[in-house]
């Protein structure tokens, strides 16, 4: 379900000119790969028996919504940022080796998010679409690796051009003195999102991997 959003003035916003080179002269994006601290994560999931993936892309998608420049978009001529965005995520087909994307709406509740995370895994188990639903407008994207641990990744989009959904990409954890690391791959566009809002992004990310016990109830 779309959400609402609100408007940006271009000429009055303290990125105009990042947005103007970023956007035309300039058409850049970059991407960078960090490594969570997902020691609390792992433990918490066995308990409440959950799935990894699911968890993982709510904690993104809380992360993500708490940052503008994370959802922003353009309508038509006009800068937006969306009061919502949702995740739009990948699943694989094993006996295929082919993916389907597909979507949940973020909720703050992370039960609700797991359980509307397993129905639409279920309507769609046996669909080998590509997109078994259009996906929304105020999306961002998550995949994974599960099968690598990779120190770097990085996705080569040829055009992007007012593209700006982020990009998240999850890699195989593994323990690393005494903690349990995750890569993940972040990719944004320039035009809206500098390197200390990923920063940023980056530290509730792992505030919330610290703190994931206090969603057990939320």
């Known amino acids: 379900m779309k959400t609402g959003y609100q408007k940006i003035n271009i000429e009055e916003w303290k990125r105009k000119e990042h947005f103007t080179a970023y956007r035309g002269a300039v058409k850049c994006g970059f991407s960078l790969t960090?490594?969570?601290?997902?020691?609390?994560?792992?433990?918490?999931?066995?308990?409440?028996?959950?799935?990894?993936y699911p968890v993982m892309i709510y904690l993104l998608s809380k992360a993500v919504n708490r940052h503008s420049e994370f959802k922003m978009a353009m309508n038509t001529d006009e800068l937006i940022v969306w009061d919502r965005?949702?995740?739009?995520?990948?699943?694989?087909?094993?006996?295929?080796?082919?993916?389907?994307?597909?979507?949940?709406?973020h909720t703050e509740?992370?039960?609700?998010?797991?359980k509307a995370y397993e129905t639409t895994g279920n309507r769609y188990q046996n669909s080998r679409h590509f997109f078994p639903e259009k996906p929304p407008e105020n999306h961002f994207n998550v995949s994974a690796i599960p099968w690598v641990h990779f120190d770097s990744f990085n996705l080569n989009i040829a055009d992007f051009t007012d593209y700006f959904a982020p990009s998240f990409t999850i890699g195989k954890y593994q323990t690393e003195n005494n903690r349990i690391l995750l890569p993940l791959a972040i990719q944004v566009h320039h035009a809206v999102c500098d390197g200390i809002h990923v920063g940023k992004l980056i530290d509730t990310l792992q505030e919330y991997c610290t703190t994931i016990q206090t969603f057990k109830h939320i």
């Open 85 to 105: 965005v949702d995740p739009v995520y990948t699943v694989l087909h094993p006996e295929t080796e082919t993916f389907s994307a597909l979507s949940v709406q």
């Open 109 to 114: 509740q992370l039960s609700d998010f797991v």
């Open 34 to 52: 960090v490594k969570l601290d997902i020691s609390q994560v792992i433990p918490f999931i066995k308990e409440q028996n959950y799935k990894f």
